[in-house]
């Protein structure tokens, strides 16, 4: 089987190409992506020497490279985790986002329908996504696989426009398409502009922290390691045209979670507790903020028997401990373009 995982050098993809390479030797496994600011091959040196992994590098907005890639490979399967994913980015770039999101979807689905031309035994094409489609919920509730699409930033409808185009094969084309959505990621490897690795970098430099408005926004937060288990068994039993809600069933307030963030960093820098927390300034809010997102997983677990296998005490503290034993990782990604990104986002 040849699986096209897109997006593999990025934070998720990049767990979920080193547990498929590990797990399937006899699959072959390609990973393509473009290599923006967000994808760093240094994720997967554990992998790259390995004789079922391979590397693409490719734009999937660019329609005929996409094409001339199918023909050539073959790819049975799809695992599609290429995106632009930063919202504040989405605020500022929006076009980015659709070209990426939506088109780059769009080129991956015509040129896997070209390739098997209704020919769809044994196929898939496997879209990742966010709980952030669904839009916010307030102080109760929680999203299921029917909650109605409500996205609010650029981001979250370039993600839905994408899923709809996904489902919209299935139905037109009889494309054979699984959909998965789930909440807030975190763990080694993600980008410093994300909430927690951004705070463990400013931790770690004396930077403030800036906690927008209030601080009194709740995500749901699962640990990547569990996501990337969770796709490979929805992409091995997932039922055709279906979709399936991932989440931690851990639920925080920004603040709660930051404070909590700040404790756990004095005790492993050796600090009074406090000094991290003296760090936190209040600033200007995010335009749209989504006041609560929280999934309801039941149906993934019901039905494929997953839950997340770590607390959040533990991946916190196997987060921070990554963070801290790869401070050159976090040194090259913070560097030039970084730089940039950060005076404008936070000036
Ligand atoms: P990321 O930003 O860390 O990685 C995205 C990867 O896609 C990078 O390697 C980048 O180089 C690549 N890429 C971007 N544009 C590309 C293009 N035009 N062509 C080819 N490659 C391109 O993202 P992530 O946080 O790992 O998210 C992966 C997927 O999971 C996204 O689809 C995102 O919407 C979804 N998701 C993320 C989270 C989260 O908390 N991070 C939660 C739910 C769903
Ligand atoms: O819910 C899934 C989504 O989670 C994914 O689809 C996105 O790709 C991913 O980026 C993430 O989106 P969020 O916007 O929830 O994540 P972020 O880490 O940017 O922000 C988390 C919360 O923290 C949010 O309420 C905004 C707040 N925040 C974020 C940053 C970067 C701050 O208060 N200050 C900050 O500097």
């Not at 990049?14 to 590990?22: A, C, E, Q, Y």
């Not at 995106?83 to 076009?95: K, Q």
């Not at 489902?167 to 037109?172: C, D, L, S, V």
């Not at 820098?269 to 406090?274: A, I, K, N, P, S």
């Amino acid at each position: 089987m040849k699986i096209l995982i897109t997006g593999g050098a990025g934070f998720i993809g990049s767990h979920v190409v080193r547990l498929f390479v590990k797990k399937y030797p006899n699959y072959q496994i390609y990973n393509l992506d473009a290599l923006t600011y967000a994808g760093n091959l240094e994720n997967l040196k554990d992998v790259e020497d390995e004789p079922n992994y391979s590397f693409l590098k490719a734009d999937i907005t660019d329609e005929e490279t996409i094409n001339g890639l199918f023909k050539t490979y073959k790819f049975d399967a799809v695992i599609h985790l290429a995106a632009e994913s930063h919202v504040d980015r989405s605020i500022t770039d929006p076009l980015a986002f659709v070209k990426t999101n939506v088109i780059g979807t769009l080129n991956l689905l015509n040129a896997f329908k070209n390739l098997w031309n209704e020919n769809f035994k044994g196929k898939r094409f496997y879209h990742i996504s966010t709980d952030e489609v669904y839009g916010t919920l307030g102080e109760t509730g929680l999203f299921t696989e029917t909650t109605s699409y409500d996205p609010n930033s650029p981001y979250s409808a370039s993600k839905a426009s994408s899923d709809h185009f996904v489902r919209a094969y299935g139905e037109t084309y009889g494309l054979p398409y699984v959909i998965t959505n789930c909440s807030n990621n975190y763990g080694q490897n993600q980008f410093p502009e994300k909430l927690i690795p951004l705070f463990i970098n400013n931790i770690i430099s004396k930077k403030s922290l800036p906690v927008y408005g209030d601080g009194n926004y709740t995500r749901d937060w699962l640990y990547v390691v569990d996501h990337a288990l969770a796709i490979d068994l929805v992409f091995r039993k997932g039922k055709n045209a279906e979709t399936y809600n991932i989440g931690g069933f851990n639920e925080w307030k920004n603040i709660d979670l930051v404070k909590e963030l700040c404790k756990q960093m004095d005790a492993k820098l050796g600090q009074l507790e406090g000094t991290s927390e003296q760090l936190i300034t209040f600033v200007k809010d995010r335009p749209g903020h989504d006041l609560r997102y929280a999934i309801d997983a039941s149906k993934i677990n019901k039905e494929l028997g997953w839950s997340p296998s770590v607390t959040f005490e533990e991946g916190l503290k196997i987060t921070i401990d990554w963070y801290l034993s790869n401070t050159e990782w976090l040194k090259n990604v913070t560097s030039g373009a970084y730089q940039n990104y950060y005076e404008k986002q936070y000036s």
